[in-house]
């Protein structure tokens, strides 16, 4: 039987929806919406989108380091943003910077 | 060579549109959205988020069925709704009674 | 350790935002946002969504092509597009063609 990792950041958000921010199962691990949250689950940032993905970043790699593994193992990932034109260089900037060097 | 379990509910939408409720490929089932749709097709609880919710998980219970999984095992969900502030206490009621003993 | 086999279409889009069109991780293969892009990655097709999703199509198809994949093995897709009661035909049309026969 296929043994199931679970990892959380212990924020509220997690019992009130009942949800967990990874499970592995098999090769693969299944991350939850990272989001610009601090350590108690508070919202950081607001109206600063620069600051809110390097925040959900930040997050991500708590995950990361939990299961032993890097940036360049994350074979997928979907972004969901507001206002998508006005905010596409922060996109830009951001992914450069976390995933450097690219893997193209 | 992998063997491919389709399933269907059998309603309009799967041939009009092409597509299957789910597929298992592998050791992972991919399941298609789930709605609030009755056995014909028809939408079902117009106006009322939390018994649209529950039916939705209705019908993924008769995919866990097909398979012979449980809820247990759902590794990863998206859930698209309308008003999420609105809806956001129907989704932590129906989440924490659908997914009940919590994996935190 | 797992192969990781990357593909591109070679459009700004990719250098720009730091992602790639596709992996292939163990025995999945990973396809980001495709899209009505040319071959340079200009946007094709403005206001005629059926032209833009069989584009779309025709940028997924070179993707299974350097795998040596077939439309049957897509096990899983996710269509966003706007206007959804507008689009619904032209979806449906463009499903049942790509897809044909059905596997339901």
Avoid at 15 to 35: E, N, R, W
Avoid at 38 to 60: C, I, P, S
């Amino acid at each position: 039987m296929t043994t199931i990792d679970v990892f959380n950041h212990n924020v509220p958000a997690e019992s009130d929806f009942g949800y967990s921010q990874a499970i592995k199962s098999g090769a693969l691990i299944h991350v939850s919406g990272q989001l610009s949250f601090g350590e108690a689950g508070e919202f950081l940032h607001a109206g600063d989108f620069a600051a809110q993905l390097k925040q959900t970043y930040a997050n991500m790699d708590k995950i990361l380091e939990h299961y032993g593994a890097t940036r360049n193992q994350i074979i997928s990932q979907i972004l969901y943003l507001v206002n998508p034109r006005q905010n596409a260089a922060a996109v830009a900037e951001g992914n450069l910077t976390y995933f450097e060097p690219l893997r193209v």
